[in-house]
């Protein structure tokens, strides 16, 4: 092979960055790192090391006029832009998803500006979750979100954003009033209801397809005055047993428990095939004493747990860390990193399973989960029941289309030691782990996926997502961003 060739195959893996690129970037004064930079390979590090991508370039504005800089730029340069906020995309999405993205990383955009007299917030998307509670705390407000404190508010809130407070005070994007967001030509736009109502709609749940989002202004919540956290397990449990148990959980989801009270099954592996590890983790943000008696109608159709708890000071900030299992404060250690596959499920609350259903999925968990060599669990997480807040608003009023959702499914596997190869029974395993379920519902069966687990090997991933919402998804892209900059694996189409 004559030596330019080879020459050339190098700057490819690299990553070929234009000059005009680089050029027209560092005019901008906003600090960029370039493939072949000594710290542009800590900056292009995916959280799921899954993915390895080479951007073209990660660039850090710390205003909303040098964020408008570099996506005209980049629109001029004909490249692709994608922002990151916490960088915990399942699927590396804030790294463009492939080569060769501009990376617009918010970490330098970090305010939260507390209106005490009005109860509102402005919170830049460079926030983590953990930042966010703490500072909101600290004036007696709060918002609901996950429960990971290395979440970014950016990512978390642009698709969704459940926790255990989601049945009180809706999801993260709920409380949503005003976005500040930089176009895919450079132009700044504040949206609201009133002003650029079809933006503001289709960025409350499919905000990367359309926009890079500066800051969210919202309506805080008093933090409550009493919050606690519970957790039941029970151990090796038979996958009959473990199949009727999620049964009577959805038939006590459904008979509408307290709404200051959220949680989720959590299924893992047993320690003999035929179980599973079957647990509750809970959240409660009512009157003190009455966390229990909320929850009692499921405990009486159980059998008795291998242990119970109330975990937490009562305090609602402690809750948040009770919950997030690292400190709050992000600043003060590293993130992690993983290597995983994840799915979701979100099932119709108007068509709940049937048992055979989840017997079927805890079979399922215990042969086929009891030998796999990755390590896997499952979250059944709360949505619904019929006062939850997150129902309250339509389908249609925003981007966010699976709001009838009674549970939504988290099926998550990592390699053997959290580092890659991920092996490819990895895949198979969790596909099969979904068919369990769909296969025993009636083929019609109207379930949708999560946003936030994205998957970027889901068929039909436009209807499992966007449900009837896409189709004005599509023609508000094809308005807003027609040479597709913001693009990404299961961005909205043109
Ligand atoms: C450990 C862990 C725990 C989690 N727990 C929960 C949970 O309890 N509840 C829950 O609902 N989800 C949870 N998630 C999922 C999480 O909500 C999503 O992965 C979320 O998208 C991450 O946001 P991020 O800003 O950290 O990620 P990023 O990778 O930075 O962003 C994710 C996506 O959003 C886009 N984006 C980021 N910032 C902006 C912005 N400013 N404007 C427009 N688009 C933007 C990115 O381009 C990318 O497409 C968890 C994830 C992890 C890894
Ligand atoms: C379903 O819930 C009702 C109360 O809402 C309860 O009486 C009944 O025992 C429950 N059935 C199962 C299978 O859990
Ligand atoms: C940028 O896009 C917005 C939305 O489509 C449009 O209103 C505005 O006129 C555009 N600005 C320029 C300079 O083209």
Redesign the pocket.
């Known amino acids: 092979m004559p030596a330019f060739k080879l020459l050339l195959v190098a700057a490819c893996s690299l990553g070929f960055v234009s000059a005009s690129l680089s050029g027209d970037l560092t005019g901008t004064g906003v600090r960029s790192v370039f493939p072949g930079d000594s710290d542009y390979a800590s900056a292009s590090k995916a ?1 799921n090391l899954r993915f390895t991508f080479n951007p073209a370039a990660v660039v850090y504005p710390t205003t909303p006029e040098e964020v408008s800089s570099v996506v005209k730029v980049a629109y001029d340069n004909n490249y692709q832009v ?9 699927v590396a ?2 790294l463009g998803g492939k080569d060769g993205s501009l990376v617009v990383d ?1 970490s330098s955009m970090k305010a939260i500006t507390i209106d005490s007299s009005a109860n509102t917030a402005v919170i830049e ?1 460079g926030n983590r979750l953990g930042d966010v509670a703490t500072t909101l705390n600290a004036a007696g407000r709060a918002l609901p979100h ?3 404190a ?7 809130s ?6 255990f407070t989601s049945r009180q005070w809706g999801l993260a994007l709920d409380p949503i009033f005003a976005i500040n967001a930089v176009l895919a030509n450079g132009t700044i736009v504040r949206a609201t209801e009133e002003s650029y109502p079809d933006i503001f709609w289709a960025l409350k749940g499919a ?2 397809s359309f ?4 800051s969210i202004e919202v309506n805080t919540f008093a933090a409550p005055s009493y919050a606690i956290v519970m957790e039941y397990s029970w151990n090796d449990m038979d996958y009959e047993t473990a199949g009727k148990s999620m049964y009577s959980f959805q038939n006590f989801s459904l008979s509408g428990p307290a709404a200051p009270f959220g949680g989720e099954l959590v299924i893992g592996k047993g320690s003999q095939e035929g179980k599973v590890s079957f647990a509750f983790t809970g959240g409660w943000y009512g009157d003190e004493g009455s966390a229990i008696s909320t929850i009692q109608p499921w405990l009486d159709v159980m059998p008795s747990p291998s242990s119970s708890r109330l975990v937490g000071d009562g305090t609602y900030i402690d809750s948040v860390a009770q919950l997030s299992g690292t400190t709050l404060d992000t600043s003060s250690a590293p993130d992690a990193t993983d290597t995983f596959y994840a799915k979701s499920i979100m099932t119709p609350e108007g068509d709940p399973m049937s048992l055979e259903a989840c017997t079927a999925f805890m079979q399922y968990l215990a042969s086929e989960g009891f030998s796999s060599n990755t390590n896997w669990f499952i979250e059944v997480e709360l949505y619904g029941g019929p006062n939850s807040k997150i129902q309250e608003i339509p389908n249609d009023a925003t981007a966010f289309s699976r709001r009838d959702t009674l549970f939504t499914f988290q099926l998550y596997a990592s390699s053997s030691n959290y580092l890659p190869p991920y092996p490819d029974e990895g895949f198979t395993f969790l596909d099969n782990m979904v068919t369990s379920v769909t296969s025993n519902m009636p083929s019609g069966w109207n379930y949708g996926a999560y946003t ?2 994205l998957d970027e090997r889901l068929q039909n991933w436009q209807t499992l997502y966007f449900a009837d919402n896409y189709p004005r998804l599509r023609s508000i892209k094809d308005q807003l961003d027609p040479h597709d900059v913001f693009m ?1 694996p299961t961005s909205v189409e043109e």
């Not at 290395?150 to 978390?156: K, M, P, T």
């Not at 926009?211 to 500066?214: D, N």
């Open positions: 959280y994608v922002p990151r906020g916490g960088g915990h995309s399942y999405n804030s918010m998307t996950g429960t990971c290395y979440v970014g508010i950016g990512g978390h642009a698709f969704g954003g459940y926790g905000a990367p926009a890079i989002t500066t936030n687990y990404f």
